[in-house]
Each structure stands twice: as C-alpha cells, then as structure tokens.
C-alpha cells in the first residue's frame, strides 16, 4: 500500500512537470510571435547588430562613437588578442554558471541547470570583440537613432555590476571562449522567466525596435528581421 502511495506521488510529480514544460513552451512560442512594433519616424544614424549562435542573442555595439566608448570599461586589455583595431563588441547577458561551468552542453550539470532555471545563481555578461560585422540569417543589422542608441547603452551598462569606483567587474577566468572575450560580473537574476534571449528581447523594446511581447529563445526575435 505504501508503495503504491509512493508511485502515484512520484507519477503525479512527474506528470506535473511534464504539463508545466509544456505550457512554458506553448506560452514562449506563442508569445514571441506577438509583435510589439518598432517606434515610427525615427532616424537611421546608428547601426547595432544582434548576433545568434542559435541558442543565445548577443546585442553588438560600435565600440567607440561620439555617444558611449565601451572599450573604458570593457578594456581591450582584458581579452588576450584584443586591439584598437577591433570595431564591434557583443555582448550578452546570462547565467554565470552556464557561461563558466558548461563549455559543451555535454558539460552540464544537474546543479547548475537546475540553479539556472530557478533563479539561485549569479548573472555575468560576456563580451566578445569583432572586427568586423558581416549580415546573415543569424546577425542582423539594425538601423536606430542616436536617442534610441543612448536608451540601449544605459540599458546595457545597468545589467553590469560595478566596483565601488564605478569600473565594471572582470571576471578573471580560464573559461573564455577564445582569445577576443571576457566575462564581466553582472545585476539580476537568470531563470525559465527570464533568460538570456528576454534580456536581449527587452534590450530591443527599451530602445524603441521591432521585438517581441515575450520570448526565451532566440527564434522569436530573429523572426522580426527575416
């Protein structure tokens, strides 16, 4: 009789979480077709980029304009083959763990995962610099207004957390993709809700461009500039 009890609470459990991922995946594939509408009549005076490796959006910026020149905070320094003479910079917000700890997906653990999902870890951003952008079905160049461009920038550099002298947080790691990136220490709280691609989702929406009402995952927003 015990057992019986046992299996039914183990089944109803496992039936529970079944339901709830898939609800979750209705709501992020129905969610992220609804469009929230890029601002009209604006002007076309700065390009940014979103960047995709299929599963994570990076926002790209110039790296020095006349608005904002990141590379004082994101120092060339800190990335081992990084020079004035890279333009871009990506950046993307996420899960720390899964940035330090998961270099393949075959690396996951059970504990980070599961931390990710519940929002119990810390965030970081990575940064990766380029020299130059090339346009494809998985990086899209945008046209925005140097206003929109500044809400973007202010939007970015709240999601970095910062010492007690204002200097963004550097992460001294061995976990760096390549030799043209760094990670930074970062504000907020990743999980199911809200996940790498919702920040760059909300980062769209903040500077007034095409993106949409909600989205964890990628596919959503870079069906905006097929």
């Known amino acids: 009789m015990q057992l019986k009890k046992t299996l039914l609470i ?6 529970g979480f079944l339901v709830f991922i898939a609800f979750y995946l209705a709501a992020g594939y ?24 299929g599963v ?21 320094s800190n990335a ?17 763990g ?38 494809s079905s998985s990086c899209k160049k945008i046209m925005i207004s140097q206003e929109q461009y500044t809400r973007l920038v202010n939007y970015t550099v709240n999601s970095f957390k910062k010492d007690k002298d204002g200097f963004f947080m550097h992460i001294k790691t061995n ?15 990743y999980s199911m809700l809200h996940t790498c691609n ?10 007034g461009q095409r993106a949409c009402l909600w989205t964890p995952f990628d596919t959503g927003i870079f069906l905006k500039y097929k």
């Open 30 to 53: 129905c969610l992220s077709r609804i469009t929230v509408d890029a601002e009209p009549d604006t002007k076309k005076e700065v390009a940014i980029y979103i960047l995709t490796n």
């Open 198 to 207: 919702t920040w760059a989702n909300e980062a769209l929406k903040k500077s």
């Open 175 to 189: 976990a760096n993709y390549g030799k043209t990136d760094a990670f930074y220490e970062a504000n907020g709280s």
């Open 56 to 76: 994570h959006t990076d926002l790209v910026f110039p790296i020095k304009n006349e608005q904002y020149n990141w590379s004082e905070q994101v120092k060339f």
């Open 98 to 135: 899964f940035y330090l700890e998961t270099p393949e997906w075959s690396d996951l653990k059970f504990s980070v995962a599961f931390k990710a999902a519940f929002g119990l870890s810390t965030t970081a951003v990575h940064a990766t610099y380029y020299k130059i952008m090339k346009e």
């Open 80 to 96: 081992t083959a990084v020079d004035s003479s890279f333009n871009y910079l990506a950046m993307g917000w996420g899960d720390k």
């Open 10 to 15: 183990v089944s109803k459990v496992i039936l």
